[in-house]
């Protein structure tokens, strides 16, 4: 499984989620709040399987090095946001606020993995090392769902 295409169908996924939620307004408490824990799920499990599996090996490589600890630093701020968006009523005029630039970062931080990270990623690693990192990103990530299903 190629990790790259993996990482894409995450960010496909998180970008459906933003449109559904970019249609509700402040009456659509139940929504919005359904639509946000699913993001957020969505959101963390992808920054720990990115931190933990993929950042990892791509900060030892020349040609990623330095967006990789962009993307460090960026996650960080998507962490940030999620919490504060959690603690903010979704009926409000700051909660629609706070998620827009939420989705303003991840639309950059996408548009940086998929743009240079990964195009950079692809001429270090092997096809070998990709598939590798890909089928465990896969495993992590089914590990994490699994164990959000199990807490809940």
Do not use: C
């Given at each position: 499984?190629?990790?790259?295409?993996?990482?894409?169908q995450?960010?496909?996924?998180?970008?459906?989620?933003f449109?559904?939620?970019?249609?509700?307004?402040?009456?659509?408490?139940?929504?919005?709040?359904?639509?946000f824990?699913?993001?957020?799920?969505?959101l963390?499990i992808?920054?720990h399987i990115?931190?933990t599996i993929?950042?990892?090996?791509?900060?030892?490589?020349?040609e990623?090095?330095?967006?990789?600890?962009?993307?460090y630093?960026?996650?960080a701020?998507v962490?940030?946001?999620?919490?504060?968006l959690?603690?903010?009523?979704?009926?409000?005029?700051e909660?629609?606020?706070?998620?827009?630039?939420l989705?303003?970062?991840v639309?950059?931080?996408?548009?940086?993995?998929?743009?240079e990270?990964?195009?950079?990623?692809?001429k270090?690693?092997?096809?070998?090392?990709?598939n590798s990192?890909?089928?465990r990103?896969?495993?992590?990530?089914?590990?994490?769902?699994?164990?959000?299903?199990?807490?809940?």
């Open positions: 499984m190629n990790a790259f295409e993996l990482l894409k995450d960010h496909r996924k998180v970008e459906e989620i449109s559904q939620l970019e249609t509700t307004t402040e009456r659509g408490v139940k929504t919005r709040e359904e639509l824990t699913k993001l957020k799920q969505e963390d992808h920054a990115e931190e993929l950042y990892p090996v791509l900060k030892q490589q020349a990623t090095r330095e967006v990789t600890f962009e993307g630093e960026e996650h701020v962490k940030d946001l999620l919490r504060d959690a603690a903010t009523p979704v009926d409000t005029e909660w629609t606020a706070k998620l827009k630039v989705q303003e970062n639309e950059h931080h996408v548009e940086e993995e998929e743009g990270m990964f195009k950079d990623a692809q270090a690693l092997s096809t070998e090392e990709i990192l890909g089928e990103l896969d495993a992590e990530k089914q590990a994490q769902k699994r164990s959000l299903t199990a807490g809940a």
